[in-house]
């Protein structure tokens, strides 16, 4: 059975509400407040941006989304139900691959398959056909440090999407390709979405790369954390450098 096939469905509302993460400080008696009554809802299917400077909390919130950790009050909801730790329907994509070097490409993709018991023949079915998705069918029996970068962000987004998310976070996923590769895997992720129809969540520092790839660009700023702007692109005829220049000046405050 293709799961791929069966994804025309969109991918989960994500609902943010009142969203406070704070972390113990050694040596201080108050903690620091990362984020702070942070209201955020994305639609589903919709593929937004998060941006803001370094610290502001981008990856904090993603990892909070992922369930990785936990509020310290507020709530996140995806579809109908409060994130309580992680789960089969959202995925992380990091900056590093962070692929198995013991294992093969195809094996990279099978693993998530694995942890979620599908049965071996199915696994490695699945696992060819995310890796077709992503051009990179004639790479599967090579080890992941046989490949690129750029091919192991490609296995890497294979990975992700090989239990067939209902959420896809990435954070800063190509800021460690060049330009020409980084091109590439943006269209590529493009194209993902499309296919896939699962709602994207992307950290990155360039607006450029937001502007290209999202429906809307978050930008985050301020000491707490909190949502400072939202900017929607409306399809033609939009001024894409005037809304650079707002995200950027947006972002010099
Ligand atoms: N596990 C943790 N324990 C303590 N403090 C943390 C923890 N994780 C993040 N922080 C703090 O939260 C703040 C936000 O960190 P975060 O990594 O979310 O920022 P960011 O926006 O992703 O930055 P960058 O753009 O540099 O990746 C920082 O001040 C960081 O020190
Ligand atoms: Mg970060």
Same mark, same amino acid.
């Given at each position: 059975?293709?799961?791929?096939?069966?994804?025309? =469905?969109?991918?989960?509302?994500v609902?943010v509400r !009142?969203?406070v +993460?704070s972390?113990p400080? @050694?040596?201080? &008696?108050?903690?620091?407040?990362v984020?702070?009554q942070?209201?955020? =809802?994305?639609?589903?299917?919709?593929? *937004?941006?998060?941006i803001?400077?370094? !610290?502001?909390? +981008?990856?904090?919130?993603?990892?909070l989304? &992922?369930? #990785?950790?936990? $509020? %310290?009050?507020?709530?996140?909801?995806?579809?109908?139900? /409060?994130? @309580?730790?992680?789960?089969a329907?959202?995925?992380l994509?990091?900056q590093?691959?962070?692929?198995? $070097?013991?294992?093969?490409?195809?094996?990279?993709?099978?693993? $998530?398959?694995?942890? &979620?018991?599908?049965? @071996?023949?199915?696994?490695?079915?699945?696992?060819l056909e995310?890796?077709?998705?992503?051009? #990179?069918?004639?790479?599967?029996?090579?080890?992941a440090?046989e490949?690129s970068?750029?091919?192991?962000?490609?296995?890497?987004?294979?990975?992700a999407?090989?239990?067939? $998310?209902?959420?896809l976070l #990435?954070?800063? /996923?190509?800021s460690?390709?060049?330009?020409i %590769?980084?091109?590439?895997?943006?269209?590529?992720?493009?194209d993902?979405?499309?296919?896939? @129809?699962?709602t994207?969540?992307?950290?990155?520092h360039?607006?450029?790369?937001?502007?290209?790839?999202s429906?809307r660009?978050?930008? #985050?700023? !301020?000491?707490p954390?909190?949502?400072?702007?939202e *900017?929607?692109r %409306?399809?033609d005829?939009?001024?894409a !450098?005037?809304?650079?220049?707002?995200?950027?000046?947006?972002?010099?405050?």
């Amino acid at each position: 059975m293709s799961q791929l096939s069966a994804t025309s =469905e969109l991918g989960q509302h994500v609902s943010v509400r !009142g969203l406070v +993460k704070s972390f113990p400080v @050694r040596g201080r &008696a108050d903690d620091n407040v990362v984020l702070d009554q942070l209201d955020l =809802e994305i639609e589903a299917g919709e593929f *937004v941006s998060l941006i803001g400077r370094s !610290g502001c909390g +981008k990856s904090t919130l993603l990892e909070l989304i &992922a369930g #990785l950790q936990l $509020p %310290t009050t507020g709530e996140i909801v995806v579809g109908e139900q /409060p994130v @309580r730790g992680p789960g089969a329907d959202r995925t992380l994509v990091f900056q590093q691959y962070a692929l198995f $070097p013991w294992r093969t490409a195809l094996q990279n993709v099978m693993f $998530p398959l694995e942890m &979620a018991g599908v049965g @071996r023949a199915e696994r490695r079915q699945l696992a060819l056909e995310r890796l077709d998705v992503v051009g #990179l069918s004639h790479a599967a029996d090579r080890y992941a440090g046989e490949l690129s970068g750029g091919m192991q962000q490609r296995v890497g987004l294979a990975r992700a999407l090989a239990c067939d $998310p209902q959420i896809l976070l #990435l954070d800063e /996923p190509f800021s460690g390709a060049d330009a020409i %590769t980084r091109e590439g895997l943006q269209a590529l992720l493009a194209d993902l979405h499309r296919r896939f @129809r699962c709602t994207v969540v992307l950290v990155t520092h360039s607006v450029d790369e937001a502007l290209r790839l999202s429906d809307r660009i978050v930008v #985050l700023g !301020g000491q707490p954390g909190r949502v400072v702007a939202e *900017v929607e692109r %409306t399809g033609d005829g939009e001024d894409a !450098g005037e809304m650079r220049e707002q995200i950027v000046s947006l972002l010099g405050d």
